[in-house]
């Protein structure tokens, strides 16, 4: 690798660092059951906040609002995914013209995939 390479790898191993530190500020909130339930998550997948409406709490139908709770834990979880992918996107993004197999540069087209146990045996022949 050239310093050239090197320099641009930790230039972007910073990025990385603070694309992460941002990422771990950020507060998903969803709501389920027309904001009878709402959480918030942080980027860092840790529940900040948890608001059940108390209309909706039945003794007799506890079954619902699990489901109302998981529904708007699933939905924010799956924000949080979207802010780790479209931020590490666009950090590994700064890849390309590095030359790297598999990470985004010019370099070939990432690992070569799995092989099964019959792929392997036919290959071996």
Excluded: C, W
Aim: hydrophobic share 40%.
């Amino acid at each position: 690798m050239n310093q050239d390479m090197l320099k641009q790898l930790a230039q972007m191993q910073e990025r990385m660092l603070k694309a992460q530190e941002e990422i771990e500020n950020r507060v998903a909130e969803a709501t389920a059951g027309g904001g009878a339930v709402k959480v918030e998550i942080t980027g860092g997948y840790r529940v900040k906040s948890l608001h059940i409406d108390p209309d909706v709490v039945d003794p007799d139908d506890m079954g619902m609002l699990e489901d109302l709770v998981i529904a708007a834990m699933n939905e924010a979880i799956a924000q949080v995914q979207a802010f780790h992918s479209d931020s590490m996107g666009s950090v590994a993004g700064g890849l390309e013209g590095l030359g790297i197999p598999g990470l985004g540069g010019d370099g070939g087209g990432g690992a070569p995939p799995a092989m099964n146990r019959a792929a392997r045996r036919a290959q071996k022949r």
